[in-house]
């Protein structure tokens, strides 16, 4: 089945400590996201990226990086510069074209400080 | 900027009840309208989706309609489920090409039996 993998479910931080958060899909989708969800404030973008090699800030980039070395892949990095990382995080990915593509989404990660 | 208003929840109805969600919209162009549905504990999927103008989405009995004269995407379903229980996200995409969506804050729904 194709579709959009995320790990791990439940990741723990320490202070100043950066976290990997993994997404691998196989939908053969050109563009992938990344979203932070919060109670109440809906669905935030990070970091976008269309093609390989190449990824757009968001409205929320700061104190994450991701790099996009593979079609299938889009790791986020949450760095210690992130001074609230607790939320649920969620990759995404879609064809690209007129802006009608629907995006499919991972179950999500959901990060804690320890 | 874009942005997506939806009604405050949670919403709260018996099992075979009517369901309206409101959701209304600010963008420039032509956005393409979506409803995502989320379980507890999961990722979104897609619920329906409208392009342009008069529109109408549908799936699993859901329907919304793409009103651009009053800029409204309300979802509705005629008999609701207890498995229908979920949180529920307008969102559109505006035409510039990069797909990149404008999310509501969401509305919870809760169907008693």
């Known amino acids: 089945d194709g579709g959009i993998t995320q790990s791990p479910k439940y990741l723990f931080r320490k202070e100043g400590q950066n976290v990997t958060l993994s997404c691998e899909q196989n939908?053969?989708?050109?563009?992938m996201y990344w979203y932070r969800q919060d109670p109440g404030q809906g669905l935030r973008l990070i970091y976008y990226?269309?093609?390989?090699?190449?990824?757009q800030k968001g409205d929320i980039a700061e104190g994450y990086s991701v790099s996009r070395e593979k079609k299938e892949s889009f790791p986020l990095t949450v760095t210690s510069a992130q001074k609230n990382p607790t939320a649920f995080y969620l990759c995404?990915?879609?064809?690209?074209?007129?802006?009608?593509?629907?995006?499919?989404f991972g179950d999500g990660t959901r990060l804690s400080i320890l | 900027g874009d942005s997506v208003t939806q009604m405050e929840g949670p919403v709260t109805l018996s099992e075979e009840a009517f369901l309206t969600i409101n959701c209304t919209y600010t963008?420039?162009?032509?956005?393409?309208l979506f409803w995502y549905v989320q379980y507890p504990g999961e990722g979104l999927q897609l619920l329906l989706k409208?392009?342009?103008?008069?529109d109408k989405g549908s799936n699993k009995g859901f329907e919304a309609t793409y009103r651009k004269e009053t800029t409204s995407f309300h979802l509705e379903k005629g008999s609701v489920q207890v498995s229908d229980s979920a949180v529920y996200f307008c969102a559109l995409s505006d035409s510039s090409g990069y797909s990149t969506l404008t999310f509501g804050k969401g509305t919870m729904l809760l169907v008693s039996p």
């Open positions: 990226s269309q093609i390989v090699n190449d990824f």
């Open positions: 963008a420039t162009g032509y956005p393409s």
């Open positions: 939908l053969n989708h050109d563009a």
């Open positions: 409208a392009t342009k103008a008069d």
């Open positions: 995404a990915s879609s064809n690209t074209g007129t802006g009608n593509q629907p995006q499919h």
